[in-house]
């Protein structure tokens, strides 16, 4: 969608002012460039929003078997032994 609208703004900017191939050669390069520098932006995030998940994802996992842990039930107290309650 942004490569297209580089494109597009490109070709009206072209279109309106009638400038000489060169002019327009420049012109394509930056619209080049600019679509590459959106293309590359948006893998970047997409890689972020990708690590984010993953890091989520466990925290999650984590979250869930501490709370896993916290429900077990206490183990009972060992019982006195025998000769200390003789003294």
Do not use: R
Request: aromatic share 2%.
């Amino acid at each position: 969608m942004m490569k297209k609208s580089v494109f597009i703004a490109a070709a009206l900017a072209l279109a309106v002012v009638g400038c000489s191939d060169k002019q327009a050669a420049d012109a394509k390069a930056a619209a080049d460039k600019a679509a590459t520098a959106a293309k590359e932006a948006g893998d970047k995030a997409a890689a972020a929003a990708k690590d984010a998940t993953d890091a989520a994802k466990g925290a999650t996992k984590d979250a869930m078997k501490s709370a896993s842990d916290a429900m077990k039930p206490a183990p009972a107290p060992a019982p006195a032994p025998a000769d200390a309650a003789k003294k």
